[in-house]
C-alpha cells in the first residue's frame, strides 16, 4: 500500500506564494503517477497537476492553474522523495483542501480523481482578501 502525507497548507494573503509538499512511503516502487486535487465543499474533487513519478519531470497542470502552478519531486534522497507543488499568484478561487493522489497503474498520466486508489488526508489552503 502507499501512504501519502501532505504538509505545508495554511492561510495567505491574495496574491501571495505558497508550498505545499507529499511525501510517499510505502510501496513506492509501485507509484506510476501523483497528482495534487483540491476540493471545496459541495464541489467535486479537482485535479489540478500532475507528475510522471520516475522520472519526476514531465507535468500536466489544469487550466485553473497553469502559469501559476509548479509540480516538482525532489530527488536528492532517493529513498525520500518529496513532492511539491509551488503556488503563486494565489487568489480566492484557489481556497480548498488539497489532497495528494498517487496511481499504480502504468499510463498516460491524467487529473481524473477515478484513476488514483491512493489518497492522503489533506491539507487545507484559505486564500484571504
Known amino acids: 500500500r502507499v501512504h501519502l502525507v501532505e504538509s505545508g497548507g495554511g492561510a495567505v494573503q491574495a496574491g501571495g506564494s505558497m508550498t505545499l509538499a507529499c511525501e510517499p512511503s510505502g510501496h513506492t516502487l509501485l507509484i506510476y503517477c501523483m497528482a495534487w486535487f483540491r476540493q471545496t465543499p459541495g464541489n467535486e474533487r479537482e485535479g489540478i497537476a500532475t507528475i510522471y513519478f520516475n522520472e519526476g519531470i514531465t507535468t500536466k497542470y489544469s487550466n485553473s492553474v497553469r502559469g501559476r502552478f509548479t509540480f516538482s519531486k525532489d530527488q536528492r534522497d532517493p529513498a525520500k522523495p518529496i513532492l511539491s507543488l509551488q503556488m503563486n499568484n494565489l487568489t480566492g478561487e484557489d481556497t480548498a483542501r488539497y489532497y495528494c493522489?498517487?496511481?499504480?497503474?502504468?499510463?498516460?498520466?491524467?487529473?481524473?480523481?477515478?484513476?488514483?486508489?491512493?489518497w492522503g488526508q489533506g491539507t487545507q489552503v484559505t486564500i484571504s482578501s
Open positions: 493522489a498517487a496511481d499504480t497503474s502504468p499510463g498516460e498520466c491524467t487529473l481524473w480523481r477515478e484513476d488514483y486508489k491512493h
